[in-house]
């Protein structure tokens, strides 16, 4: 069950009319091995295991360049979700451009969409598992989604970003840690609505859903780390990268 169900409906709304706008300026903007701003890529942490002849499903694959990475990597088959139809679109294009046949579904990671169950080796998120409106039903899904010893591997903002701003050349612990709620922004000019988990709120969700959690990874690169940044008031600066983890990266097990 999706909790609070009116909000949730009108916020997925919204967040799809928003992806559906955005889509095109999005496309390609971050790829695999990248699992997001100014931390360490996959090159350096071999979270993925080896992927000749495996099922790869991508949650939130938008313009699907991760999917290519998966085939060029020798997976058997690549699947997507995304709610956005645009992206979906754009993924569908790129992928058939490339040679390959993906298995592209268009709806929310939420909802039922009759997915295969227990059949995907590796399920994987990058920058998008944190957009969901229930995330405990969202991990539930993908853990049915795995075979045993499947993997789970996402990225997402780490929690506390969303507590602490840049001020007066300070990062300074504005909001609370605490709370949970959903709150909406503007992004590349289109209103956007997401809740905060805290990092219990995501390792419960995979302890209740049969996950046994393999590694976490709160880190800045190295080269970041290696060098000195002025104060910057951006969300992903440098600045506040040397000091905090701006993600986290979780890779998890299905027992
Ligand atoms: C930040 S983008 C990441 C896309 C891709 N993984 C990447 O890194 O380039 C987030 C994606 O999640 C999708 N999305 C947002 N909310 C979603 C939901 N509830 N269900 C499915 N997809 C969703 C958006 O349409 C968008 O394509």
Redesign the pocket.
């Known amino acids: 069950m999706i909790e609070e169900n009116i909000n949730s409906t009108k916020i997925?709304e919204q967040?799809k009319n928003s992806?559906d706008a955005m889509a095109d300026s999005?496309f390609g903007?971050?790829?695999l091995p990248s699992y997001g701003c100014l931390v360490p890529s996959e090159e350096e942490l071999q979270l993925f295991p080896a992927l000749t002849g495996k099922k790869v499903f991508?949650?939130?694959?938008?313009?699907g360049?991760?999917l290519k990475w998966c085939k060029e990597h020798g997976a058997e088959e690549i699947w997507g979700?995304?709610?956005?139809t645009r992206?979906l679109e754009n993924a569908r294009t790129y992928l058939t451009q490339s040679g390959y046949e993906p298995h592209l579904i268009n709806a929310?990671?939420?909802s039922d969409c009759g997915l295969p169950t227990d059949y995907f080796d590796v399920v994987y998120?990058?920058?998008?598992l944190g957009?969901?409106?229930d995330l405990n039903t969202t991990i539930d899904r993908i853990s049915r989604y795995l075979k045993r010893d499947g993997i789970l591997i996402f990225s997402w903002d780490h929690p506390l970003m969303r507590c602490i701003d840049a001020e007066g050349e300070k990062l300074v612990l504005n909001g609370s840690y605490f709370d949970e709620n959903p709150f909406s922004y503007i992004q590349r000019g289109n209103p956007v609505t997401i809740h905060n988990h805290k990092m219990s709120g995501w390792i419960n969700a995979l302890a209740g859903a049969g996950f046994k959690v393999e590694k976490l990874v709160e880190e800045t690169d190295a080269e970041t780390l290696s060098q000195e940044y002025e104060f910057s008031d951006s969300y992903y600066s440098p600045f506040r990268a040397k000091k905090m983890p701006l993600s986290f990266i979780i890779k998890a097990v299905k027992l």
């Open positions: 997925l967040n992806w999005w903007s971050t790829a991508d949650i939130g694959c938008g313009s360049h991760f979700l995304d709610m956005s992206q929310p990671m939420e998120s990058i920058y998008a957009w969901t409106v």
